[in-house]
């Protein structure tokens, strides 16, 4: 199963896309974690739908420091899915 995640809230400069990575690898998932341009932070990953949901409850709870006021989530095809390696945080640095 592949889901897109767009986080919205005070999700960037509070260490949100490193949370997102370290919750997203315990769950064995795979996929990415990025900045967007209008300040939310978007998530594509590809695992079981007990992982992804596991996934979607740690987003809405949210790191220290952040504060989350949706989770916005689309099922996507596998095919969309099927290159992902594990799970990465794109854009750091």
């Given amino acids: 199963m592949v889901q897109h995640f767009l986080i919205k809230g005070r999700v960037q400069g509070v260490g949100f896309r490193w949370f997102v990575q370290r919750e997203a690898a315990e769950l064995g998932l795979r996929g990415w974690v990025r900045n967007t341009d209008d300040g939310h932070v978007e998530v594509l990953a ?27 989530e689309h099922q996507l095809t596998e095919s969309e899915g099927a290159n992902l390696k594990s799970f990465e945080i794109e854009g750091a640095w």
């Fill in 46 to 72: 590809r695992g079981e739908p007990d992982q992804l949901e596991d996934l979607q409850l740690a987003l809405a709870k949210g790191s220290r420091g952040s504060r989350v006021d949706a989770v916005i």
